[in-house]
T-cell receptor
Framework: QKEVEQNSGPLSVPEGAIASLNCTYSDRGSQSFFWYRQYSGKSPELIMSIYSNGDKEDGRFTAQLNKASQYVSLLIRDSQPSDSATYLCAVPLRGPNQGGKLIFGQGTELSVKP | EAGVAQSPRYKIIEKRQSVAFWCNPISGHATLYWYQQILGQGPKLLIQFQNNGVVDDSQLPKDRFSAERLKGVDSTLKIQPAKLEDSAVYLC???????????FGPGTRLTVT
């Protein structure tokens, strides 16, 4: 089992819809979770961090964490064509000598159609 | 606040040549990371520094890759000799605290022919 898994997509949604991006992780004890957005040809940009069970909202973005199910998701409300990008889920490895190394999923490509 | 700086942005070399990349992290960030990202994949950590000490280099191909961060600020990543499979984007990131939010530079796109 991969440590961090995402559906690679592409996920296509119409403009104005809610886009739902999902991520599962294997380490039950993980404490922090990050969502990055990566436009084609650009570097990853941190858009959300979440540390506690439940929802965290930031503008049109909501991160949802369920540690019991080892599942973290990112919802994008009122999707815009400018949201079209690859979304990467990242989880730090725990344990000695890991140094909080981030493990990335393979990313989900989102396409928002006008 | 200035972000992570990297240079060059693009580099094309022939196999068996050498190449070096430079990174300047966000001011005050003690932790610096080098990642390799192959098209269609998530970034893969190559090496991680805390100040000028190596925290993790388990994924660094040490027969050809080397990295240093001599004064705990700037870092260089070198490949010698390069192989075709080294064609990728090399990303530098930094974080204030080990294991928390990491911020990426623009990356260097390397093409090995």
């Amino acid at each position: 089992q991969k440590e961090v898994e995402q559906n690679s997509g592409p996920l296509s949604v119409p403009e104005g819809a809610i886009a739902s991006l999902n991520c599962t992780y294997s380490d039950r004890g993980s404490q922090s979770f990050f969502w990055y957005r990566q436009y084609s040809g650009k570097s990853p940009e941190l858009i959300m961090s979440i540390y506690s069970n439940g929802d965290k909202e930031d503008g049109r973005f909501t991160a949802q964490l369920n540690k019991a199910s080892q599942y973290v998701s990112l919802l994008i409300r009122d999707s815009q064509p400018s949201d079209s990008a690859t979304y990467l889920c990242a989880v730090p490895l725990r344990g000695p000598n890991q140094g909080g190394k981030l493990i990335f999923g393979q990313g989900t490509e989102l396409s928002v159609k006008p | 606040e200035a972000g992570v700086a990297q240079s060059p942005r693009y580099k094309i070399i022939e196999k068996r040549q050498s190449v070096a990349f430079w990174c300047n992290p966000i001011s005050g960030h003690a932790t610096l990371y080098w990642y390799q990202q192959i098209l269609g994949q998530g970034p893969k950590l190559l090496i991680q520094f805390q100040n000028n000490g190596v925290v993790d280099d388990s994924q660094l191909p040490k027969d050809r890759f080397s990295a240093e961060r001599l004064k705990g600020v700037d870092s260089t990543l070198k490949i010698q000799p390069a192989k075709l499979e080294d064609s990728a984007v090399y990303l530098c990131a930094s974080s204030l605290v080990l294991g928390y939010e990491q911020y990426f530079g623009p990356g260097t796109r390397l093409t090995v022919t």
